[in-house]
């Protein structure tokens, strides 16, 4: 079993639905979670980060995180066609050093106009 | 310029060539990264420099082989690649070794004829 699961997609969704992206972990150390997207030919940014459990928001995404199911998600509000990309979680343990960061395999995501 | 740059964007190399990767940072972060993106599979992280020192090498072939002159720069040197190897090279930075939050550059896409 991978330490992080994500579904690799492709998700289409038409413009103004609204995304639910996921990753389960099995690794209950994990404290730290991200967000990152990643547009075609371009490295990830950063575009999430929560610690520990619960909600963030932050205009039209929302990070949600429950480490008692060891679940994540991200949900865009509103979407747009400039959201089509790949959407990478990413978490890591106690230190919260990139040096532990595990990623998912990123879902891609297509935002039809 | 702002941000991490890398050089060259594409690069095409036979088995026996002998190539490098640049990377330059222009945020004043201490530590550096280099991870390889294959299709479907989570990024892999390779190694990391904090100071211009190795801290990390991730059991990778001696084939690749990272020099970090300064602070500002990281290199990937290449040589007697396998295709297995093809792939996105992304360099990334942080602010310091054990800041979990990264920012990456735009790859180098690699191809091993």
């Known amino acids: 079993q991978k330490e992080v699961e994500q579904d690799p997609g492709p998700l289409s969704v038409p413009e103004g639905a609204i995304v639910s992206l996921n990753c389960t972990y099995s690794?209950?150390?994990?404290?730290?979670f991200m967000w990152y997207r990643q547009y075609s030919r371009k490295g990830p940014e950063l575009l999430m980060y929560t610690y520990s459990s619960g909600n963030k928001e932050d205009g039209r995404f929302t990070a949600q995180v429950d480490k008692s199911s060891k679940y994540i998600s991200l949900f865009i509000r509103d979407s747009q066609p400039s959201d089509s990309a790949t959407y990478l979680c990413a978490m890591s343990g106690v230190s919260g050093s990139a040096r532990q960061l595990t990623f998912g395999s990123g879902t891609q995501l297509t935002v039809l106009p | 310029e702002t941000g991490v740059t890398q050089t060259p964007r594409h690069l095409v190399m036979g088995m026996t060539n002998k190539k490098s990767l640049k990377c330059e940072q222009h945020?004043?972060?201490?530590?550096m990264y280099w991870y390889k993106q294959s299709a479907k599979k989570p990024l892999e992280l390779m190694f990391v420099y904090s100071l211009e020192e190795r801290v990390e090498n991730n059991s990778v072939p001696s084939r690749f082989s990272p020099e970090c002159p300064n602070s500002s720069h990281l290199f990937l040197h290449l040589h007697t690649l396998q295709p297995e190897d093809s792939a996105l090279y992304l360099c990334?930075?942080?602010?310091?070794?054990?800041?979990?939050?990264?920012?990456f550059g735009s790859g180098t896409q690699l191809s091993v004829l």
């Open positions: 945020l004043g972060h201490n530590a």
């Open positions: 990334a930075s942080s602010r310091r070794a054990d800041d979990e939050k990264l920012f």
């Open positions: 690794n209950s150390a994990f404290q730290y």
